[in-house]
Structures are given as structure tokens and as C-alpha cells.
């Protein structure tokens, strides 16, 4: 569409500022932003509007023109709701650099003249395609009859015979089309995210392209939709947020209007993402409540009260209160800059979601509050059973990351961590206080490891474990070096196997027949090497004290 067609539409509220000898250029898109430098995500012909947030003062006008006339937009739309008028300095800024600028009555909502573009474009571009973008925007803006992004999906299989999912930063599996098929393996999702978040991270612009086996994927963000009145300054503060549409194509070859296209159907996909976190505003109210209750010391029964309110909103249809995990989570960023509470309650909201589940709303059962640094869960069990060892069931946290390792990983990049720690679960408000610091102290546990992503459970505040990550650093590496040295030195030189020897044994509880079965050795050959490692290190593995030192040191090594 042209830039002057925008001005023939009295509902869209436009009023040209400058730019009258530019109006016949195309628009090949729209995007909200707010950001001093939004050029990552633009890639040209894009009529961009902003509320003005990034504008401190004049001289940050020109700097915002230069950036998009660079990129290649097609025009600047500024809304009047913030700072009425536009300044004239962003007027000017516009003529300088010839950008064509319109101002934005207060009484328009910019997602008005997204859709309004997104289907004059498609119509101009793509002919009858115009009706599937406009079919997709009545379905999600339809309430929960019109089914969300699936419908969405399908109607880009029927219509333009496109395989597509949307997935979470995390890989797991939101929603797919009835013509995809069945959904995506589970290590195929995580590449595919993984992926996203690394291009995310360098600030490649999408589509971004990987090929798994003979199948090429095209990932497309899946950003706010501009209802936010706030926008994200930073790539870390909505990298392990932001959903990704992943559709089985070569998008490489494609023609321009195709890529429009999907483009506007990620901005159709955005509402629903955007409905969800609203729908989430009561369960994280809740939470937040129910923690500041906890941490203040009130009452057990006004907290027992409060519990008694959250239950039925989080478990439907259940009789009795259920018994309550609280999960704690940690996302740091190098320089510390940034706070990464927020990131850490998306990421909770995610990664507690069964990972067998799909769709948007399996974290309805999920109440996550968060401070300027860390996110807090409380996840309600139904039952809590017990297993045949004697523990109990629940939220493990050795295996809560198991599935979204490599894709988080990717998106911390090299200057991230995200930490984790899980409490036991408790059935009453008593005990609530409990369990939210031995979350803390778990996760403090999980803190001290060696790794991007890491998670540390109730059960291991009970052993070693608990005491070996805070052993300060330098008698850590003179304990090992003690007792290790010699043998590593000594499996160097002789390409022997000692340090696995002596592993296998302690693992085996010191029996002789149990350690050299596992080693396919010889028991001979297996005393030999024994005494070898207690001549080396001048103890004795026939004494517990010894045989503890070993254990202890090859831990923390």
C-alpha cells in the first residue's frame, strides 16, 4: 500500500506532519516501538510508530530519524496521548532527513493501525490473502471460541500450504496447525529454540533459517504486539520470553510480500500471547500476596485464609486445600544491570509447565510473584504420594531443566545464569515459611555450581552437598590438589587409570569383586592399582576417614 492511502482512512486518525513529496512510497509492514535504536528489528518499508518514550530531550530527535531513515522505514507515526503535541524538533529532524511523519490523535490505539495495515498490505500484495489475514485477526480477537493460534496455523496450512508451530523460547510445543501433522519431536523443538535464542542474542534479523536432517525450518519471532504501553531496552529483558513461529519452509526464497505476510500473522500470534499474560495478572496477584504474607511474619491462619482463596483458582473443582512447592529462580545477567526478576517469572510460568502438555493455558495452575531479582512459584499439588523409596512426588529439580538445558543456554549466552532451587512440599500455611527458604538455600546451592543453568532440590539440603559448594575456592583447590595430583600426574606419564580406578571403587563401597566386574579387570589387577593410588598418596583405602577424603576431593574437583 502507499503511505498516502493511510490518510484516506478517518478512522486511523493520521495527520501528516512532513513529507507530502514522499507520500507515494510503499509500506511494506508496521512495527511499535519505543527503543532509542530499534533498527534489529527492522528490515525496510515499515511505516513505524512510537509513543515517544525513547525522546529525553531534543537532541535525541535527530539521532531516532538518522536511525530509521538508515533501516529503510517507509515513514514515522508519533502518538499526541504522552506529550500532546509532537515536538517540533522531531518535526524538523523528519524534513532534515526527508521521512514522511504523521502524528497519532490520542484517541487511536496503534494496534488499530497494525491491523489496518497488516490487511491492506497482505490485499495489495498477496491478492486474495488479504481475507486469511483478516480471518486470523477476527478469530484471535474472537475470545476463546475463536481457538487462539491454532486456527491461525491452520488457516496457514489451507490457505498457503505452510507447516507452522508456534513454540516457547524453551522449545516447548504451543500450538500447530491440523495439516502439520503430528507435532514436532521434542529434540527438534529445542534445536529450533535454541537456534531462535542465539539469533536473538547476536541480534540477527529473522527470518532465521536451520536445517534438521533434509527439513529446513524459518523461525519468526513472535514479539509484543504494541499493546504494552512500555517496551523492552535490551534484547535480555524478553529473549527467554518471546514466543517463535516455526514454519517448514525455505523462507530464503521467498518473495517480499510472502515474508510480509508471515510477518503480520507473528503480529496476529502476539495478541494471544499478549491475552495469556494478562489471564495470568489474578495468579500472580495471588502469589504475590500469599508471599508477602509469608515473608512478613503474619499469621498462620491469615495465610491459611489466603491459600484457601488460591486453591480454587488454581485447581478447579479440587475439595481440599492441596499440599504447596514453592520454587525459587534467579536470572543474573554480567554487569548486573539489568533486573532479572521479571525474566525469571516468565521463565518459571514456562518451565513448570508439564513438558508432555501443549497449548497456552497449562500454566493456569501456576502462581509466580517476583522482586527485582528473583521469581518465586507456588505450584499447588493435588496429591502428593509417596514413592516406593519414600520420597515424594512433585516438582524434581533434577529434572526440571533436564528438557531446556541447551535452548536457555543459548539464550544466556556467555554472560547469563539462571539458577534454581525447589522445597519440599508442605501441606499447610506453617509450613509455608519453611519452605520458602530452603527453595532459597537450594537455589543458593544450585548458585555455587559450575554452569549456565543449574538446579538444586530439598533432598540435597540433607548430604555433602549442602556443605561443598561454599568450601571457599582456594582450600578447595589445595584439598583436591593434595590428594589428586599425584595421580592424575601419574595416569599422565604411564597412560594408566588410576583417577577412574579409584572412582569405580568408591562408587563399588570398596568391594573388590563388585569394582573389578565393573572394570572388566582382573582382581589382581585391581589390587595392584590400589596400592598404587595409596602409595602415591600415602593413605589408606581400608579406612573410612581416607576413604571419605577420596570421596570428598574427587567432588569437588
Known amino acids: 500500500m502507499r503511505l498516502r492511502a493511510l490518510l484516506d482512512t478517518d478512522a486511523l486518525g493520521l495527520r501528516l506532519l512532513g513529507g507530502e ?63 500532546g503535541d509532537v515536538p517540533e524538533d522531531l518535526v524538523l529532524a523528519c524534513a532534515r532527513n526527508r521521512l514522511p511523519l504523521f502524528a497519532v490523535h490520542e484517541s487511536v490505539a496503534f494496534a488499530t493501525i497494525t491491523e489496518h495495515v497488516v490487511r491492506q498490505v497482505s490485499g495489495e500484495r498477496a491478492g486474495d490473502l488479504a481475507a486469511v489475514v483478516d480471518r486470523h485477526r477476527r478469530m484471535m480477537t474472537s475470545g476463546p471460541a475463536g481457538g487462539g493460534p491454532d486456527v491461525v496455523l491452520d488457516l496457514l496450512g489451507s490457505d498457503l500450504d505452510l507447516r507452522a508451530w508456534v513454540l516457547s ?46 527439513t529446513t525450518y524459518s523461525l519468526f519471532p513472535v514479539r509484543s504486539s504494541g499493546r504494552s504501553p512500555q517496551a523492552s531496552r535490551d534484547v535480555r529483558e524478553t529473549v527467554l520470553s ?103 517469572q516468565s521463565l518459571l510460568e514456562e518451565i513448570l509447565v508439564d513438558p508432555l502438555s501443549t497449548g497456552p493455558e497449562p500454566s493456569d495452575r501456576i502462581a509466580v510473584a517476583h522482586t527485582g531479582e528473583e521469581a518465586i512459584a507456588l505450584v499447588p499439588l493435588p496429591a502428593v504420594s509417596t514413592e516406593h523409596d519414600g520420597s515424594e512426588t512433585g516438582v524434581l529439580a533434577d529434572v526440571l531443566l533436564e528438557s531446556v538445558r541447551d535452548p536457555l543456554a543459548a539464550g544466556l549466552d556467555d554472560d547469563g545464569r539462571v539458577t534454581l532451587g525447589v522445597s519440599a512440599a508442605v501441606h499447610s500455611a506453617e509450613g509455608l515459611r ?17 554452569g549456565r543453568v543449574c538446579a538444586a532440590g530439598h533432598q540435597e539440603l540433607a ?27 601419574y595416569d599422565r606419564r ?64
Not at 530531550?57 to 502518538?79: C, E, K, M, T, Y
Not at 514436532?184 to 536445517?211: F, I, M, N, Q, S
Open 21 to 83: 513529496d514522499e507520500l507515494d512510497r510503499t509500506v511494506r509492514g508496521v512495527m511499535t516501538t519505543d527503543l532509542r535504536d530499534p533498527s534489529r528489528y527492522l528490515s525496510g518499508g515499515e511505516l513505524v510508530l512510537t509513543g515517544l518514550a525513547w525522546r529525553r530531550d531534543a537532541a535525541d530527535s535527530d539521532a531516532f530519524v538518522r536511525i530509521l531513515v538508515q533501516a529503510g522505514v517507509a515513514a514515522l507515526a508519533a502518538g499526541e496521548a504522552e506529550l
Open 169 to 214: 523460547p524453551t522449545g516447548r510445543l504451543i500450538a500447530g496447525s491440523k495439516t502439520s501433522g503430528p507435532g514436532l519431536p521434542a529434540d527438534v523443538c529445542a534445536k529450533l529454540a535454541a537456534e531462535h535464542l542465539t539469533a536473538a542474542r547476536t541480534g540477527r534479523r529473522g527470518p532465521h533459517r536451520l536445517t534438521l536432517g533434509s
Open 242 to 344: 518471546d514466543w517463535l513461529l516455526a514454519v517448514e519452509a525455505d523462507a530464503g526464497d521467498w518473495p517480499e510480500e510472502r515474508l510480509d505476510l508471515l510477518q503480520g500473522v507473528t503480529q496476529l500470534i502476539a495478541v494471544e500471547r499478549d491475552r495469556r499474560d494478562a489471564a495470568r495478572t489474578v495468579r500472580r496477584r495471588l502469589a504475590q500476596e500469599v508471599l508477602e504474607l509469608v515473608q512478613t511474619g503474619a499469621a498462620p491462619a491469615e495465610i491459611a485464609a489466603r491459600l484457601r482463596v488460591a486453591a480454587p483458582v488454581l485447581l478447579p473443582g479440587l475439595g481440599a486445600a492441596p499440599h504447596w512447592q514453592v520454587v525459587v529462580a534467579r536470572v543474573e545477567w554480567d554487569g548486573g544491570d539489568i533486573e532479572g526478576g521479571a525474566v525469571a
Open 494 to 557: 604411564h597412560r594408566a587409570e588410576l583417577i577412574p580406578t579409584l572412582e569405580a571403587f568408591l562408587d563399588c563401597d570398596g568391594s573388590w569383586t563388585r569394582c573389578a566386574t565393573r572394570l572388566h579387570l582382573h582382581v589382581n589387577t585391581l589390587r595392584y592399582r590400589v596400592g598404587r593410588i595409596e602409595q602415591l598418596t600415602s593413605r589408606d583405602l581400608s579406612r573410612l576417614e581416607d576413604k571419605l577424603d577420596f570421596f570428598l576431593a574427587l567432588r569437588m574437583s
Open 463 to 489: 548430604s555433602h552437598v549442602l556443605l561443598l559448594p561454599f568450601v571457599p575456592d582456594d582450600v578447595r583447590r589445595a584439598f583436591t590438589a593434595r590428594l589428586l595430583d599425584p595421580l592424575r600426574d
Open 434 to 450: 519453611g519452605a520458602l527458604e530452603e527453595a532459597r538455600h537450594a537455589r543458593r546451592v544450585a548458585a555455587a555450581r559450575p
